[in-house]
Nanobody, 119 residues
Framework: QVQVLESGGGLVQPGGSLRLSCASP???????????IGWYRQAPGKERELVAN???????NYADSVKGRFTITKDNSRKMVYLQMNNLKPEDTAVYYC??????????WGQGTRVTVSS
């Protein structure tokens, strides 16, 4: 049963934009609204790293490498979280994962969506 589903990855040229989406189709709306959502990425040969997260109170946090270029937003009514990525660089190439951490402590991971930034 899919708890978290990412989409929106693809191939883009440097300087381009992509919007990643993270759906939580099976989450109860009230639980989703109270959950913290994070986007992580893992590049080939590198460890997984936090890109951005948004708390239930809508506080956002970004990795230094993406500040000013990426924006995370949360739509509770649709149980969706988005990661708008602008001015993409080759070093942003990675598999991007969405996570949902519920108030009771359970954390769900998606299977990832691949982003390739290349000319």
């Amino acid at each position: 049963q899919v708890q978290v589903l990412e989409s929106g990855g693809g191939l883009v040229q440097p300087g381009g934009s992509l919007r990643l989406s993270c759906a939580s189709p099976r989450s109860i709306l009230s639980v989703f609204s109270s959950s913290d959502i994070g986007w992580y990425r893992q590049a080939p040969g590198k460890e997984r790293e936090l890109v951005a997260n948004i708390t239930s109170g809508r506080t956002t946090n970004y990795a230094d490498s993406v500040k000013g270029r990426f924006t995370i937003t949360k739509d509770n009514s649709r149980k969706m979280v988005y990661l708008q990525m602008n001015n993409l660089k080759p070093e942003d190439t990675a598999v991007y994962y969405c996570t949902r951490k519920e108030p009771r402590g359970l954390t769900y991971w998606g299977q990832g969506t691949r982003v390739t930034v290349s000319s």
